[in-house]
């Protein structure tokens, strides 16, 4: 990064870097994590709008990321091309002034639509705790708008944003976004300011420098940022190391029909199309490949003849085109965490059980109580669920059944069982083993008249693991229990119903380190001085 310390034009560059290089210290690891463990929801805002269009993002993965880019998961595919409609670019300009002309949308509006799509897309696609130096490179145009639009909500997302921005436009509303800007101490670079090397310095790289309705050949100094980008993907493609590309509507440098004449030009990672693809999306050949524009009236619809897929829920965004291949022997990750050493561990595997399952709901993670429950029958076949622990103690680690279940069953044949917690959020798991018995009666009671009323129904409903012939007849059942209970008395607690605890004799913390070589700490038990005592050693990982 010495090269961007050297040539950045603003003091805020600096104090970006100075926040890039704090690393994060053992007491301050839950914060350091959180910020990675809820990324905004797959929502993506976009709009068409003035002799401009869509365009930007580009992004990388390396080896230090591996493969963390994902589907998005909250959105449909639509596979085939011949589902919706592609737009020319004369057909995109005449929608684009119905949108701004009768339909009443201002170049601000799209653009801040367009901005947040942006963002929210690459925070779905491409996490911030892997992908998280940001350079965005906007043109002079109302598509390098939409690029200062969406690096100020990738920071506020949690992104390391950068804006190359070198043909600025004079008009206030450009004026106000770069105070925005500015105000956040994100950084702006002249293009002859960024490294020559941009993939040692950044993740994802955004291209907001031109649209559909772009003419001619890039003139100084897009021309030259293009072909960097296009440098650096073809020489790192096979290393998997270059930042990845994702582009908005239209890939910089493309013809809005014919695509990428030359077959020289971007190939980005991701492809936003908006209202509806251009016709030269059907060469894209990327991963990834969207649809947002919800905000397209049935005026438009009609008066275009579009054929647009329906998106799911609330959702702004649609996966178009085939999901990607994944190369299943390719997704790795490369945790990074502080060191967990033998002189921090607690003497007591239950005490330090206890302080990672604190940190696990101080990050807010989603079921921090979730256990994997590994059982065997008496000749030995296993079989695993996740359940909820719903309690831990010195005796060990309580959760609640059906005393009739497939895991009753096996409990009863062979009543030793192993547990594991996984907090992602956190590079963390632990693995419990032991005996396990039936908690008293009394205990299961309490329980059981703790939990909501629906829920009490709802185990005596289920005859769990048995065949029933469809849902409807647990509904049905859970309604005539919930009318005859209307009266709000006590429910019983059906006997078949009741806790388990695990007494436990073997404890394993594991924690996700870089290259792999990760920490693993056991516990397991010793007599010393006719004392019982947990003996602790480091595993090879």
């Known amino acids: 990064m010495s090269s961007l310390i050297r040539k950045a034009k603003t003091k805020s560059m600096q104090s970006f870097l100075a926040q890039l290089l704090l690393l994060p210290s053992p007491t301050s690891f839950v914060d350091h994590h959180r910020r990675s463990l809820h990324n905004p929801p797959p929502i993506l805002l976009s709009g068409l709008y003035s002799r401009s269009g869509f365009r930007r993002w580009c992004s990388g993965s390396g080896e230090v990321r591996g493969m963390a880019s994902r589907p998005v998961s909250s959105v449909e595919s639509l596979e ?52 998280n130096r940001v350079l965005a490179i906007c043109g002079p145009g109302n598509n390098g708008g939409d690029g200062l639009v969406a690096a100020r909500h990738l920071y506020h997302f949690g992104y390391k944003p950068v804006v190359c921005y070198p043909k600025r ?18 950084p702006f670079l002249l293009a002859e300011d960024l490294p020559m090397d941009i993939s040692n310095d950044f993740d994802i790289l955004v291209d907001a420098m031109f ?45 809005v029909e014919e695509g990428d004449i030359n077959g020289d030009g971007i190939k980005p990672n991701m492809l936003v199309s908006l ?15 969207f649809l947002g524009g919800r905000f397209v009236p049935p005026s438009i619809v009609e008066k275009f003849n579009l054929k647009l897929p329906p998106y799911p ?7 178009i085109g085939k999901p990607p291949q994944v190369d299943i022997s390719a997704l790795r990750e490369n945790y990074i965490s502080p060191e967990f050493h033998e002189d ?17 709901v101080a990050a807010c993670l989603k079921e921090p109580n979730a256990m994997a429950l590994s059982t065997a029958d008496k000749s030995g076949k296993p079989s695993s669920r996740i359940v909820l622990l719903k309690g831990v103690d010195k005796d060990g680690f309580v959760w609640y059944t059906n005393y009739e279940s497939q895991k009753a069953r096996e409990i009863a044949e062979n009543p030793r069982a192993s547990l594991l917690f996984y907090w992602d959020g956190l590079n963390r798991q632990v693995r419990v083993e032991g005996l396990v018995e039936k908690v008293s009666e009394e205990e299961s009671e309490q329980y059981f008249h703790s939990r909501p009323r629906g829920s009490q129904i709802g185990a ?12 409807n007849i647990l509904h049905q059942e859970y309604k005539e229990l919930e009318a005859k209970f209307s009266d709000r008395s006590l429910i019983p607690k059906p006997k078949h119903w009741g806790g388990y605890r695990l007494k436990p004799e073997h404890f394993e913390f594991w924690q996700g380190q870089q290259s792999r070589l990760h920490d693993r700490i056991r516990y397991s038990p010793e007599v010393t001085d006719g004392k019982r005592v947990w003996k602790i050693d480091r595993l090879a990982p």
């Open 344 to 360: 921090q561990v607690d003497a007591d595997p239950l005490a330090q059980f206890k302080k990672w399952f604190a940190d696990a």
């Open 80 to 131: 085939s091309s011949d589902s919706i409609t592609y737009l020319s670019q004369r057909e995109a300009a005449e929608i684009d002034e119905t949108l701004m002309g009768p339909l009443g949308f201002s170049v601000d509006q799209l653009m801040e639509l367009a901005g947040l799509s942006v963002a929210t897309a690459i925070a779905e696609v491409y996490r911030s705790s892997e992908y």
């Open 211 to 255: 649209g559909f309705s772009f003419h001619g050949t890039p003139r100084p100094p897009f021309d030259d940022l293009i072909q960097r980008l296009v440098s650096l993907q073809k020489r790192d493609r096979m290393r998997q190391e270059s930042p990845v590309v994702i582009s908005i509507d239209i890939p910089s440098g493309w013809h």
């Open 313 to 319: 829920s609330t959702s702004m965004c649609v996966r």
């Open 169 to 186: 436009t004079p008009k206030p509303l450009y004026d106000g976004l770069v105070t925005q800007l500015e105000s956040l101490s994100v």
């Open 460 to 471: 005596i409903v289920s005859k769990q693991s048995t065949v029933i012939p469809g849902r």
């Open 275 to 289: 209202t509806a693809p251009k016709l030269c999306a059907k060469r894209f050949c990327g991963p990834h490949h």
